[in-house]
């Protein structure tokens, strides 16, 4: 080399050195943090994919805390709901027991009455005192709120699931094209000659016997009084008695049948005649019915009500809201209303458990009108067969929602979780094996042009010869 105020060699060793100097420092970055990516320059592409994919598991991962927060809500309301039960069966077996008052003296119906006193004290205390941090669940707390519920069409409406958007409204319009009826038939003669007849019904059988010249309206009135045993009873409707199921729905029945004499009917197949159910449309869609029990689930709302007997008529409408309520959790990664579920918990109270048609719990008190001192306790009975009911029924659909929409959610969330983690990690973990190959040769290369770079400052020392 003859030019030494630039020396080309030198320049071009120093870049590929700068140059082998970097890449030996991002091996060592690398293989430093364990990250591929430590900066937007190192992988723009991949870095925004990483970043979408942090955040997906960040939201994933609370979605799993959300749904193990919603098991344990969940399980705290069963346990006090299986307390209920346990309570309910007490009750049942004080009622059974005071039933046999052939067998009791007063101060035993008193004592099992004073009992009955404290279970229902005791229900109403663990309904108002179960909680999760401080939020009560059986107390109604978590039941859901409705507005323009006419009474007059339906009664007892429970609200068991529904998709209410924030700061909206859920519209429920109930349609009925067929009404219920009970199973009827009728007797039309003015009088009836000497007869014996059975009459059964879904309760129990009981046979009658009339006088020749019984008239009409004194059958009925027979039929009527030994309703509470054959779950049949009879009105005299237009001269004749028509001998009716005393419910409602397509499993009820009434069977007349002359054993001695002649006693005709009218209506049904062989002195025999089923009730039917209601047929109805909530929200356009088909509804199960069971006589005037009503209930419709889709995938936003779980509804149950009764016909009010105003309502029970074909070609009738009405419409209610479900304002809010309920108890929401967020079981998905991100905070929308598709990725929500709701859960309703009616009011557990004696106040509450029964129904309209038939009584409330409460009702069993000492001084209510279905104590242990009345003189009958078929009604008694009837209520708490009821609240047992509803009870059970509400265990079952906790436990449905424990195990399906929570269980199988944190099952498919581990599963979302282990594959965006695995997606994040290839594109943003360090291969160490890769790396360590990358370093021992950026090693060797930034060696090597360190070497060159010392041989290229020297090289113009040759012009010195040219001198001598």
Do not use: C, H, W
Request: hydrophobic letters at 40%; zero cysteines.
């Amino acid at each position: 080399m003859s030019r030494i105020n630039t020396n080309v060699s030198s320049l071009i060793a120093q870049r590929v050195l700068s140059r082998n100097n970097d890449a030996l420092n991002k091996s060592l970055q690398r293989l430093s943090t364990g990250l591929k990516i430590n900066s937007g320059g190192d992988n723009p592409a991949g870095l925004i994919a990483s970043e979408n994919l942090r955040a997906e598991k960040a939201g994933i991962l609370q979605a799993i805390d959300n749904a193990n927060r919603a098991t344990n809500i969940v399980g705290t309301a069963e346990g006090g709901l299986a307390e209920i039960s346990n309570l309910l069966t007490e009750v049942q077996s004080l009622v059974s027991a005071s039933a046999n008052s052939g067998g009791l003296s007063q101060e035993e119906k008193n004592a099992n009455q004073l009992q009955i006193d404290s279970i229902l004290n005791t229900i109403n205390r663990i309904a108002g005192s179960t909680s999760f941090q401080g939020s009560k669940l059986l107390n109604g707390n978590y039941d859901y709120t409705t507005s323009g519920v006419a009474s007059t069409a339906l009664t007892d409406v429970r609200i068991n699931a529904a998709r209410v958007p924030d700061g909206a409204t859920t519209n429920v319009v109930v349609n009925v094209t067929t009404s219920a009826q009970t199973g009827v038939v009728s007797f039309s003669g003015s009088t009836a000659g000497a007869v014996t007849i059975e009459i059964t019904g879904n309760l129990g059988t009981q046979q009658l016997s009339f006088a020749s010249g019984t008239t009409a309206s004194s059958i009925a009135t027979a039929i009527a009084g030994v309703a509470s045993v054959t779950g049949v009873s009879a009105v005299l409707s237009g001269g004749a008695a028509a001998i009716t199921s005393t419910e409602f729905g397509s499993e009820q029945f009434v069977s007349v049948r002359a054993l001695s004499g002649t006693f005709s009917v009218t209506g049904g197949t062989n002195g025999k005649d089923f009730g039917r159910d209601a047929v109805v449309n909530v929200n356009g869609a088909s509804a199960q019915a069971q006589g005037k029990t009503i209930s419709y689930r889709s995938g936003g709302l779980d509804v149950e009500f009764d016909l009010a007997d105003a309502f029970n008529v074909g070609s009738s409408s009405t419409s209610f809201a479900v304002t809010g309520g309920g108890a929401t959790f967020a079981l998905g990664s991100k905070a929308s209303e598709a990725e929500k579920t709701s859960l309703g918990i009616r009011a557990l109270t004696t106040g509450n458990l029964g129904s309209s048609s038939k009584g409330f719990l409460s009702s069993l008190a000492s001084g209510g009108a279905n104590a242990l001192t009345g003189t009958t306790l078929s009604t008694s009975q009837a209520i708490v067969d009821s609240a047992i009911k509803q009870v059970s029924e509400l265990r079952g659909r906790l436990g449905a929602f424990q195990k399906y929409e929570l269980g199988s959610t944190v099952n498919s969330l581990g599963i979302a979780l282990e594959n965006a983690s695995a997606a994040e990690s290839a594109i943003r973990d360090t291969d160490f094996a890769e790396e360590t190959a990358n370093l021992t040769r950026n090693q060797i290369l930034s060696q090597a042009a360190s070497s060159v770079l010392s041989q290229a400052n020297a090289s113009p020392q040759a012009a010195l010869l040219l001198l001598r």
